[in-house]
């Protein structure tokens, strides 16, 4: 067995009026991201003039004076607005969002249409509207035409929103693809150093990256038409799991990519293609050249809602030679790398330690003044997905994550000035923190955070086992969308006890646990 040393473990007196206040700076930090995520995407959307020109052209064919219109996922309101002013009498504006449905109000307001805009916070699956509408909109195409539920949304519309005759847009779904040699590409990386990454090359094959600029790539075949769903009659989205393309290649070109983009009908003779937006992108799928000249290449696609898998087969007259490809793939290489195993595949094999001893020691020790940097440091790694989402450069995401540190730090001196924190230590190296208040009947989890690297190694998992054994029981906060976090705890015996807006209450009873 694994020797534990718990040390001292700080008391951490985390009051009801500490906890709020912590929980309102980490909801501000969440608003002010999220708000600033939303104006800067929906500024690009807004940018976007062939998206504009062609959904503006598709409203101003449908809609006649007098109409209603509903607009589904209307985000900052464009097409509710544009079609109040085209001479809709009533229009109702759906998004998920509150923050959107502020603004769709304050735009309604600003082009005095709204006396005939509602902004409605929901999902349209939610709402009971009647069949009232002669034109439905929703813009849920999303890059690879099915991945925002476009199918299920008109269907749905059809059924309990659209008059008889009435009409939506857009009218249909294409997905298209078309062989390729990327124009601009890395040869080998790291590039300024003398030394290459072959390895790490190969793994970034499996990683689809979008095509911002058209003139990046040159294509070698005409488009194939992978599927194409009529909206208007269609119900359900249609398997996506085996989507295929033949193209004939002439052997002097090298191949090295497969781009798939989105086409729809918005309207009789009003079309939009991704290839021309600049808010929807093709999506590119890179392969590795074949070894030899081939007359044909065969591509296979499947779209599942966890990951995408490509196959590229160049075939000759005496020759098939096939590669496949998804993040699954890279997945399983970088864990099966992590975790010390042996592993032989397309990547060429790859011989790693295998019998990494776990080890020997866990210990806690009290946090110093000089721990700060490291806690700093361990704060930035909680958030980091997060901030890096809003676009901002490397510097301002770390002068908001080191804000944000502050402003943890300080409310908790403020509010817990006789608190107690441990640096937990993975054999003598420190990896995370720990914070317990044992003050109550029950022990408060307040914290426990371990550096990336340190993660998934049994360390959170055997110091809280360690809680346990102590008999009483443990009470702690964790936020929703730590998935990871959830399935731990209840892996280890806690349950649910209430929920805030952002965070599950959980506990765990030693009675209950056979203790």
Not at 78 to 84: F, R, S
Request: glycine share 6%; aromatic share 8%; hydrophobic share 40%.
């Amino acid at each position: 067995m694994v020797p534990i040393r718990m040390g001292i473990l700080w008391v951490a007196f985390m009051t009801s009026a500490g906890r709020e206040l912590l929980n309102n700076y980490d909801h501000q930090a969440k608003l002010f991201g999220h708000a600033h995520a939303l104006l800067k995407t929906h500024e690009t959307l807004l940018r976007d003039g062939e998206r504009n020109v062609r959904f503006h052209d598709a409203l101003r064919s449908r809609v006649t004076p007098g109409s209603n219109v509903l607009d589904i996922g209307a985000g900052t309101g464009i097409w509710a607005i544009a079609a109040a002013k085209i001479g809709a009498a009533k229009v109702v504006a759906v998004d998920m969002d509150e923050l959107l449905v502020g603004v769709i109000r304050m735009l309604a307001d600003e082009h005095g249409v709204s006396d005939r805009v509602e902004a409605i916070c929901a999902s349209s699956f939610d709402l009971q509207l009647g069949r009232q509408f002669d034109v439905v909109v929703s813009e849920t195409i999303g890059y690879l035409g099915y991945d925002e539920r476009i199918v299920e949304v008109m269907a749905d519309s059809r059924t309990r929103f659209l008059r008889e005759g009435g009409y939506i847009i857009p009218e249909s779904v294409e997905l298209y693809a078309a062989a390729g040699n990327l124009n601009v590409k890395t040869e080998t990386i790291p590039i300024g150093s003398d030394f290459e990454f072959e390895l790490l090359t190969k793994l970034n094959l499996n990683s689809p990256r979008v095509l911002k600029n058209d003139l990046d790539v040159t294509l070698l075949t005409s488009p194939s038409l992978l599927i194409s769903t009529d909206l208007r009659d269609t119900d359900a989205t249609p398997p996506l799991t085996d989507l295929k393309a033949t193209w004939d290649m002439p052997s002097q070109h090298e191949v090295d990519c497969v781009i798939a983009w989105v086409e729809s009908s918005l309207a009789p003779g009003i079309r939009l293609s991704t290839r021309q937006t600049t808010s929807w992108f093709p999506t590119v799928y890179r392969i590795e050249p074949p070894a030899r000249p081939f007359e044909k290449i065969e591509f296979t696609l499947s779209l599942t809602p966890t990951s995408n898998y490509w196959t590229a087969t160049f075939v000759s007259s005496e020759h098939r030679e096939s590669r496949s490809y998804s993040p699954e793939y890279a997945a399983t290489q970088m864990i099966a790398a992590a975790r010390g195993a042996e592993i032989t595949n397309e990547l060429g094999r790859m011989v790693l330690a295998g019998n990494r001893r776990p080890p020997s020691l866990i210990e806690l020790r009290e946090a110093r003044a000089e721990d700060k940097a490291f806690l700093r440091k361990l704060y930035h790694s909680t958030r980091a997905d997060e901030v890096t989402a809003f676009g901002w450069s490397e510097s301002e995401q770390d002068s908001f994550l080191t804000m944000q540190f502050e402003m943890q730090q300080r409310a908790y001196e403020m509010q817990f000035p006789d608190a107690e924190c441990s640096i937990i230590l993975f054999d003598d190296v420190p990896a995370g923190r720990l914070i317990v208040d044992r003050s109550g009947d029950s022990t408060s989890l307040t914290d426990i955070t371990l550096a990336p690297e340190f993660r998934g190694r049994g360390i959170g998992s055997r110091l809280i086992r360690q809680l346990q054994r102590e008999g009483k029981a443990i009470v702690l906060s964790v936020d929703k969308q730590n998935l990871s976090a959830m399935r731990l705890y209840e892996k280890l015996g806690f349950t649910r006890t209430g929920e805030t807006e952002f965070s599950f209450s959980m506990r765990w009873d030693a009675r209950k646990n056979g203790q």
